[in-house]
């Protein structure tokens, strides 16, 4: 049997920046366990937005750490994760604007660079944009985009330097437990024996913890993507944009196209082991209507692409991130929600000083506890945007 001090079930982002973390720290023995490849689950398909505008002070603390290593990867982790500043909108509805700038306030409070700014000042920076509905538009020059399958090979390079075993192909399919206590893992291709287990398996986390009498009201969901050639006389100044109004974000990919998401097509229940990695005609449809909206020039625009990736969404549509009750050495980064690429530094870096110290030590992660739905404290901002639980990738 082999042995291990940490088991990390799941090679997706998170899961790869804790293992990196760890092993940072001083932890020898960390073994990453990845049923497919790395990148398989929701991160390969990920739009990969950077930003830190958030309705919640707790996720843009997450955000803010993590964009410092987004900003200098190089350094902090290694090689290139693909980081482009070309800077986020944010645009609500006018009934909303208290709350833009509350959040605004908020996240200035917290260091981030961010105004708000007016549609003509919007219009400057991207002339092909068209936001004569709203009254105010967040601005956040640093935030951008990275590439998700490079962050998450760069942590597992880094990983791997500083010693981490890695085990791909191979699947956990239990969590072992003596009493209250963690033992180890089975996998596919034997035991392997571990006091400390990291569940950071996406959309197929409940698997794992209910066979342990853990349920945590996780529910798979499918978060879709469309690509869409720019016209000719489209701005090549295209910024990142996160679209309330139109439940719709937007990034550039490629050097001459715009990908979109657009809220409305995400699907709760998907089953993680069987979905459509394309979408459907009505979805590209929807997206390029939405796109129009926001940039009329796009509207005859050439799809060039699509795809499917499926995530995990918890009842409050925020991460949950916790040593997981009554279990000693059971941790779980779980339910992203579609929003848990661009926290993943900060969120791998909180739970290795959880496991080699004791606890959190950058990030209260208190807010992320496991334990806040039968508290009946369900997580809601008091500066949404009027968004409900279904509001996912972005
Ligand atoms: C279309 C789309 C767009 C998105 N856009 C954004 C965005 O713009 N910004 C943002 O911040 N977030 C975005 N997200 C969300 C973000 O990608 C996810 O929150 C993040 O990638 C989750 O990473 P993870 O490591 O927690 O999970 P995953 O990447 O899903 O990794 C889980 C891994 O665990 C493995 N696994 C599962 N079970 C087992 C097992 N039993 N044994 C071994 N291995 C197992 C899986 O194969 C998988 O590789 C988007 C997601 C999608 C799908």
Same mark, same amino acid.
């Given at each position: 049997m082999e042995t291990a001090d940490v088991v990390v079930i799941g090679g997706g982002v998170n899961g790869l920046s804790a293992a990196f973390h760890l092993a940072k720290a001083g932890v020898k023995k960390v073994t990453v366990v990845e049923w497919h490849h790395l990148g398989a689950g929701a991160t390969g398909k990920s739009g990969a937005l950077v930003r830190t505008h958030y309705s919640n002070e707790h996720e843009t603390k997450l955000a803010v750490e993590s964009l410092k290593y987004f900003e200098h990867w190089g350094d902090l982790v290694g090689g290139d994760c693909g980081f482009k500043k070309v800077g986020l909108l944010v645009l609500a509805t006018s009934e909303f604007n208290s709350h833009l700038q509350a959040n605004v306030n908020m996240h200035r409070s917290l260091g981030v660079n961010t105004h708000l700014i007016t549609p003509k000042e919007a219009y400057e920076l991207d002339p092909s944009l068209k936001c004569d509905d709203v009254s105010w538009v967040a601005y956040e020059p640093d935030s951008g985009y990275a590439d998700p399958n490079t962050t998450a090979f760069t942590f597992a390079h880094a990983a791997r330097d500083l010693g981490v075993n890695f085990e791909l192909d191979t699947k956990?399919? @239990?969590? !072992?437990t003596s009493g209250n206590t963690v033992t180890g893992v089975a996998t596919t291709r034997?035991?392997?024996?571990?006091p400390l287990v990291l569940v950071a398996a996406g959309a197929w986390a409940n698997e794992l913890l209910e066979p342990l009498n853990i349920k945590l009201g996780l529910v798979p969901g499918l978060a879709r993507v469309t690509l869409f050639r720019w016209p000719p006389d489209r701005s090549s100044r295209h910024l990142t944009y996160l679209d309330r109004v139109n439940q719709s974000w937007m990034r550039p990919e490629g050097g001459n196209c715009t990908l979109i998401g657009a809220e409305s097509g995400v699907h709760h229940g998907a089953n993680p082991y069987q979905f459509s990695e394309s979408v459907p005609q009505e979805y590209i449809d929807l997206c390029r209507e939405k796109l129009a909206r926001r940039f009329p020039v796009? !509207?005859?625009?050439?799809? !060039?692409g699509n795809w499917a990736g499926i995530?995990?969404?918890? %009842?409050?549509?925020? %991460?949950?991130i916790d040593q997981l009750q009554p279990y000693d050495g059971l941790f779980c980064i779980a339910g992203d929600s579609g929003t848990s690429f661009k926290t993943s530094p900060a969120i791998?870096?909180?739970?290795? @000083?959880?496991?080699?110290?004791?606890? %959190?030590?950058?990030?209260?992660?208190? %807010?992320? !506890?496991?334990?806040?739905?039968? @508290?009946?404290?369900?997580?809601?901002? @008091?500066?949404d945007y009027g968004l409900h639980r279904g509001t996912i990738s972005r």
């Open positions: 956990v399919t @239990e969590i !072992r034997g035991n392997i024996k571990s796009m !509207r005859h625009s050439s799809m !060039r995530l995990m969404v918890s %009842p409050d549509s925020k %991460p949950i791998g870096k909180c739970v290795a @000083e959880w496991i080699t110290q004791g606890k %959190p030590i950058t990030v209260d992660l208190t %807010p992320f !506890r496991a334990t806040r739905f039968s @508290e009946g404290e369900l997580w809601i901002d @008091e500066n």
